[in-house]
């Protein structure tokens, strides 16, 4: 039996980006673009002392993940960053051969209508129904994990965390670019003051769907603050690399790593 919660996401999945685009003033794309740079330097910088396979002229290959990656964005953008290359597409082979090259990327989503969105968007990636705390992957399977404003939408952020820990292969990053409970007077003004005023009315304009967009504020008010998830993480088994906060704190960035020589 389909659950409430996923039967909502597929309910709003064909106006999925563009109100996220709309609500967050199109912010989200930047947190996005932000988060896939950091992700790049800091593999480029991980593989910078082992250049076996760039001194064979073979480009070193990402496993990705987007997990609750709904309708893709986060791995199109990750691609696009990671193998960006000149305008003018002017590279030679041998100046290409030594970047980075994502593998065809895991979209994995509850929500079979999320997922039905990303094949008009012509990803090179392979769209998954799972389940976020129990994944269909054998241990060690991924570089990296990006998973966008889904943390909050699991049954159990440590469950989530460990799932990751677990298919996320030693070295390996886990970004989770979401909204947490709110800490300073500004967050908590704009999330229980000013984000139920105007977030549902705006999602119900526009798609239909006003009880999903009470859930997103509601969600956000129930999460972990983000010093708290930090902790969580660390208990898991990662090492926190970096916390980001994106405008004064209505988004975080946060940067996980999961040990070399750990199992």
Not at 139 to 148: H, K, P, R
Request: contains cysteine; aromatic residues 14%; glycine residues 8%.
């Amino acid at each position: 039996m389909k659950s409430p919660v996923r039967k909502m996401f597929d309910g709003i999945a064909s106006r999925y980006d563009f109100l996220n685009h709309f609500l967050s003033c199109y912010q989200d794309v930047l947190w996005r673009r932000y988060c896939c740079k950091c992700l790049k330097k800091m593999v480029a910088a991980d593989g910078a002392d082992s250049a076996s396979d760039d001194a064979q002229g073979f480009a070193r290959k990402v496993r990705l993940l987007d997990l609750c990656g709904g309708t893709g964005d986060f791995a199109n953008t990750f691609r696009k960053i990671f193998e960006g290359r000149c305008a003018c597409k002017c590279s030679s082979q041998k100046e290409t051969s030594h970047g980075l090259v994502v593998d065809p990327a895991v979209i994995g989503d509850f929500s079979y209508g999320m997922l039905a969105e990303v094949k008009p968007k012509k990803i090179d990636a392979h769209a998954v129904q799972l389940d976020a705390m129990k994944m269909p992957f054998a241990e060690c399977q991924f570089d990296v994990i990006l998973n966008g404003f889904g943390m909050r939408n699991v049954p159990d952020a440590r469950g989530a965390l460990m799932e990751s820990y677990r298919v996320l292969d030693a070295g390996g990053y886990l970004c989770v670019l979401e909204f947490f409970s709110p800490r300073n007077f500004f967050n908590k003004f704009f999330y229980k003051v000013l984000a139920p005023l105007f977030i549902p009315v705006m999602g119900a304009f526009f798609s239909g769907k006003r009880d999903a967009y009470e859930y997103l504020v509601n969600s956000i008010i129930r999460f972990l603050p983000v010093d708290e998830f930090c902790k969580l993480a660390e208990e898991c088994g990662f090492e926190v690399k970096k916390v980001k906060m994106f405008d004064g704190g209505i988004s975080f960035g946060v940067f996980l790593r999961k040990p070399v020589g750990t199992p």
